[in-house]
């Protein structure tokens, strides 16, 4: 992990050189013999064309450049694109860079920094093209398309993920929760978790009686990520505690249609004040101030961890292939959701079903592009069914096979080249922040992916896995969370704040609540005065102007529901 | 005795054929030093034009000519900021520090490899010594983090030898973090900077340690009186320049070391621009944080000089 993260970083100023190489067309590649069929546009053209494009994201996998996949793919629609991911940075550090040298490369996503590169002007408005290209257009409906109109009232970027098609067969959890390891649930004799407390408590006991893993390593009751920007896993959970959704900066009460500040609420104090117990007594880790992310999926991977509060994507993906491919998930290592509240008897909201837009940021293409209906054209190709089957399931009998009624299903050989690292790298080739369905797949049958497959997904699970959802009476990860959906039209708010910076009076209270916040958390968690500690941070935090920032939330908050509003109402007439 | 007289005329002439002729003999000197000037007006002097964007509110795509001046509104956000203060004094502490321990380390490390009398093992430790300098600081970073660990080599001898009964972490104490640097500082750098003090010890005149010997010196002696007099030009530039660098405590060390518990006192300016500036897209923030960092170390400059100027010692200017 630590030898990879040093080349990361050294290898960073090369690939950024290298993502900037332009749309160029290479002559002469390989034709493929057949046409693709169904609804990939045209036919196989002579040459493949070669597209750049740069994710403001680390990469969970950095595929090869003679990968099999991709080679497929481009032979059917005749292009293929070089993905080039954030080392060693932030996004906006990586951002600014791009903007301060004007060079982009012909496809970017840059996270939070979106609003910066459609103010550089380095993006190319989407609006001509939209209706040209089928598949792009499908993806979103003409109200979700208008939340991504910009100042000047055009589109730039559309966002990749979490959209459904057709029916919703959501499986997994992908957002936040508090996890807990199968083995606890299990050795608990599967108890009702509600509450924090009830939370800790088994946590606790757990660790009295079981003090270590299989292979004799001490366990980690409890652990927490405050790396950068993903101390979201420390920083949010009151939020959830208090029976609201992922608003991500703030909570949103539905009867006065008010922004409210999680961070000072009662609810935030018991939950600091709990964590603050907990350290006390040992239960949670020393270095986790200190850790990095590198270090935490470390921690996680070695299955010593008991439980913490994190975003599924932020961990599983890694984790869980570890566990797979080091066959250590019969010990029961693989994390459960939990859809913990802070008293009894508040309806959660930790799950927000039927997909979450998240309108700050997406895929854009970039005036260095060239090639732009080209650039257009490959986005839409992706989306047909045939290459998106071969996208995430990947090749038809070698990846996964068909049964008699047309349900694709995998064996276990082939689940394991699934979550084997090398095997993604040379062989598979998900264009993973490029758009994708979730959901039922065109055929009526299938699903999108291969996780939300039902028979797929079930037959996947590790054996302690399918124990807790047996015991539970649930079928998937998000009927353990009970959650009930309540979210707005406003819904995700953070699609605001993501994008707020130091030009403002609220981006600027929003920057330095974070620096605040980072700063004063851990001392909370530490202090040997608990009390005496929450005052001093509460009055750093008053400091900031929290109410900047609530102001500028509010008004974003009205203008969302406006415009909802208005939209509704011109589709009446 | 007329025809002796030299005319004004011809004394011009005299000298102008002297100084093509001198020019003529020196054609590499001349374009290496050509090349220097372009050099530094392309690096040094255009990029200064960018601190025009610290009084704008700089668009990146508006530019230099399109963005809005606002005076000094941006120095007045930076002077705001308590985190900038912050940031500058543990800037400044580190790279005190640093300075230090780099002198300290150099001519004593220098001192000392002077008086090995084996040539063999003089070379082998010089050349392993300044080895870490080509590091880059990331691996450097990534060796300091393993080191450091809880499971590191120091915790491992700490648990094991001395019988501390649990790991230190020692990135979660304030206390350590500066001396951190400057030790990570001291392992890459020494072996490097010692190299200029051993050049100019083999400069000194070896007639004076001849009369030395003669005179009864022990070889502290001779080191203390002959040595380390003789190295004292050498070192009063080599601290009136380092002076200036004094700012430019490290950056990547910080960056990556730096944690939230420890944040108080690993924030250092360069992060601290990263954060506000690049990170923010408000580059004019970012630039007016730079700018006053550079003034600094003019300052700082310029007070070292008047300092060596007074005591009457070797100075830039």
């Given amino acids: 992990m630590k030898k990879s993260k040093i080349a990361a970083v050294a290898l960073a100023s090369l690939m950024s050189v290298s993502a900037m190489a332009g749309c160029t067309k290479t002559p002469g590649a390989t034709t493929a013999g057949s046409t693709a069929p169904g609804e990939t546009s045209g036919a196989a053209p002579a040459q493949i064309k070669e597209f750049s494009a740069f994710f403001a994201v680390p990469a969970t996998t950095e595929i090869n450049k003679d990968n099999e996949i991709q080679k497929i793919i481009a032979d059917k629609i005749g292009a293929k694109c070089n993905e080039t991911w954030l080392a060693g940075q932030e996004a906006s550090e990586a951002v600014g860079v791009f903007i301060a040298s004007g060079e982009y490369p012909d496809f970017i996503n840059g996270g939070d920094a979106m609003k910066a590169l459609y103010e550089a002007g380095a993006l190319i408005a989407w609006d001509d093209y939209i209706d040209k290209y089928p598949n792009i257009k499908e993806f979103f409906s003409d109200y979700e398309w ?18 459904i098609y057709g029916e919703d067969k959501t499986t997994t959890q992908n957002g936040e929760a508090f996890w807990i390891q199968a083995r606890v649930l299990e050795w608990a004799k599967y108890p009702k978790i509600e509450t924090l407390d009830e939370y800790f408590k088994v946590l606790e006991d757990y660790n009295a009686a079981n003090p270590t893993t299989h292979d004799g390593k001490k366990n980690i009751p409890y652990t927490m990520l405050c790396d950068d920007w993903r101390y979201f896993c420390i920083e949010n959970a009151p939020q959830f505690l208090d029976g609201y959704p992922n608003d991500g900066s703030c909570m949103v009460n539905l009867e006065t249609k008010k922004i409210m500040d999680y961070n000072t609420t009662p609810t935030a104090k018991r939950y600091f004040k709990k964590l603050n117990e907990e350290y006390q007594k040992g239960i949670i880790d020393t270095g986790a101030f200190t850790m990095k992310y590198d270090d935490y999926i470390s921690k996680l991977s070695t299955g010593v961890v008991l439980g913490m509060c994190d975003q599924w994507w932020d961990f599983a993906y890694t984790v869980n292939d570890v566990f797979k491919t080091q066959d250590t998930e019969k010990y029961g290592y693989n994390y459960i959701p939990l859809g913990l509240t802070i008293d009894k008897g508040i309806e959660n909201q930790w799950y927000t079903s039927g997909g979450t837009l998240n309108v700050s940021s997406g895929i854009a ?12 054209k490959f986005i839409d190709d992706l989306l047909s069914q045939e290459i998106h089957d071969l996208r995430f399931w990947g090749v038809k009998d070698v990846d996964y096979k068909v049964d008699d009624n047309g349900l694709f299903y995998r064996t276990e050989e082939m ?3 699934a979550a084997d690292p090398t095997y993604k790298t040379k062989h598979l080739c998900t264009y993973s922040y490029f758009p994708q369905w979730s959901g039922t797949s065109r055929d009526g049958k299938n699903a999108m992916m291969p996780t939300e497959q039902p028979s797929e997904f079930k037959d996947s699970l590790p054996e302690p896995v399918k124990k807790v959802f047996d015991a539970y009476k649930v079928n998937t990860y998000v009927e353990l969370l009970h959650s009930v959906n309540k979210a707005g039209v406003w819904f995700p708010m953070y699609s605001y704040s993501n994008n707020m910076k130091t030009d403002t009076a609220g981006g600027t209270a929003w920057t330095k ?7 004063w958390l851990p001392k909370v968690v530490m202090a040997k005065d608990f009390e005496k ?11 900031c102007k929290p109410e900047d920032f609530i102001a500028e939330m509010q008004q974003e908050l009205d203008r969302r529901i406006k415009a909802y509003d208005d939209f509704v109402a011109s589709q009446k007439k | 005795m007329a025809s002796n007289t030299i005319r004004p005329e011809d004394l011009q002439a005299h000298k102008k054929v002297k100084v093509w002729a001198e020019a003529k003999r020196q054609p590499f000197l001349l374009i290496s030093s050509a090349l220097l000037l372009i050099y530094g007006i392309i690096f040094y002097y255009i990029p200064v034009f960018g601190w025009v964007t610290a009084f704008q509110d700089y668009k990146p795509a508006k530019g230099f000519f399109g963005s809005q001046w606002v005076g000094l509104a941006k120095f007045q956000k930076l002077f705001e900021n308590k985190t900038f203060f912050l940031a500058f004094r543990n800037t400044l502490c580190m790279g005190v520090i640093n300075l230090v321990f780099h002198f300290v380390t150099a001519i004593a490390f220098a001192l000392i490899l002077n008086e090995v009398r084996i040539v063999f093992a003089k070379k082998f430790v010089q050349t392993i010594s300044y080895m870490p300098h080509f590091l880059s600081w990331i691996i450097v970073t990534a060796i300091v983090r393993d080191i450091l660990a809880s499971d590191g080599i120091v915790n491992e001898f700490l648990m094991n030898v001395c019988g501390n009964e649990s790991p230190i972490d020692f990135f979660a104490i304030k206390g350590y973090f500066w001396w951190i640097v400057a030790f990570s500082n001291v392992w890459k750098e020494t072996g490097w ?8 010890i083999t400069a000194i005149d070896p007639s004076l340690y001849e009369a030395a010997d003669m005179d009864g010196a022990s070889r502290l002696q001779k080191v203390w ?5 003789s190295l004292r030009p050498t070192i009063m530039i080599l601290l009136l320049i380092n002076i200036g660098n004094v700012l430019n405590a490290g950056f990547e060390l910080q960056y990556i070391l730096g944690n939230d518990v420890i944040s108080d006192v690993s924030k250092i300016l360069d992060v601290f621009i990263l954060d506000w500036g690049i990170s923010q897209f408000d580059f004019s923030f970012g630039t007016a944080a730079g700018i006053f960092k550079s003034l600094i170390a003019l300052i700082l400059v310029c007070l070292g000089n008047w300092t060596a100027k007074k005591t009457g010692d070797e100075r830039l200017f």
């Fill in chain 2, 225 to 229: 009186y002959i040595t380390l007099p």
């Fill in chain 1, 533 to 543: 500690t929450w005052d001093e941070y509460m009055k750093a935090y008053a400091a």
């Fill in chain 1, 513 to 519: 609540m974070g620096e605040c916040k980072h700063q």
């Fill in chain 1, 365 to 376: 293409i970039t005036k260095n592009c060239k090639d732009i209906d080209g650039a257009f």
């Fill in chain 1, 415 to 417: 689940r394991k080249n």
């Fill in chain 2, 193 to 200: 900077n010692a190299i200029i003090y051993l050049a100019a």
């Fill in chain 1, 146 to 163: 208008s939340q991504f109109r910009q100042s000047d009232g055009k589109i730039y970027w559309m966002n990749p993920f979490e959209n």
